[in-house]
Each structure stands twice: as C-alpha cells, then as structure tokens.
C-alpha cells in the first residue's frame, strides 16, 4: 500500500507485558504460605499450652487433696493416740491421788514434810 506522499508505513510491533499487582506475585505468595503456618503454629501451640496449664492444675488439685487427707488421718491418729494414753492415766491417776490424801492425811505432819510429800 503506498501512500499519496510515497512512504510506505513501517509497521511497528511493541511488546506489552502486564506484570500482575503485588499481592498477586510468587512473593506474595509464599509469604501467604508463610503467614498460615505461623498462624498454625501458634494456634497449635496455644492449644498445647492450654491442655499442659489444665493437667498441671488437676495435678495441683489432686496432690493437694491427697495433702489434706494425709494431714487429717495424721490428726485422727495422734487424736487416738492421745486420748488411749490419756484414759488409762487418769484411771491409774485418779484413785492413786485419792489414796495419797487418805493416808497422807493420817501421818505426822514432819514425815509429810521429810518425805516431800
């Protein structure tokens, strides 16, 4: 095709390439990746430590309830200890007090002094 003034037109061919936004790029896209395994891991790792914090409080509870009834069976025990020496003592005590004052009362009162009675 020649034109009225005799040039022929050049044809120019020019290349476009349209790169893609940012968020849409292999870089992207990998940080995309990266962000969801942290936000998995940590999710994980909350969950890891909350069930780790709940056995260590039911062991707490457990070991402190096994304290308690310890201490209260320690307690009946000397309470029972207690009460068997106590009892036979004031049955040996009581008329052993009651003979001192009858045949005390019957000595001269020298002896009662010598004698530290």
Not at 20 to 25: A, D, E, N, V
Not at 47 to 53: Q, S, T
Not at 91 to 105: D, F, G, R, S, V
């Amino acid at each position: 095709m020649a034109m009225a003034s005799g040039v022929e037109p050049v044809s120019v061919k020019v290349r476009v390439r349209v790169r893609p936004p940012f968020w849409l790029t292999w870089w992207a896209y990998s940080a995309y990746v990266l962000l969801f395994a942290g936000l998995l891991y940590a999710a994980w790792r909350v969950a890891y430590l909350r069930a780790e914090y709940s056995a260590n409080l039911a062991l707490e509870h457990m070991e402190r309830d096994q304290l308690e009834q310890v201490n209260r069976l320690k307690l009946q025990f000397f309470t029972n200890i207690s009460h068997e020496l106590r009892t036979p003592l004031t049955l040996i005590l009581t008329p052993l007090e009651q003979l001192i004052k009858e045949h005390l009362w019957g000595l001269p009162k020298r002896i009662i002094r010598t004698r530290g009675i």
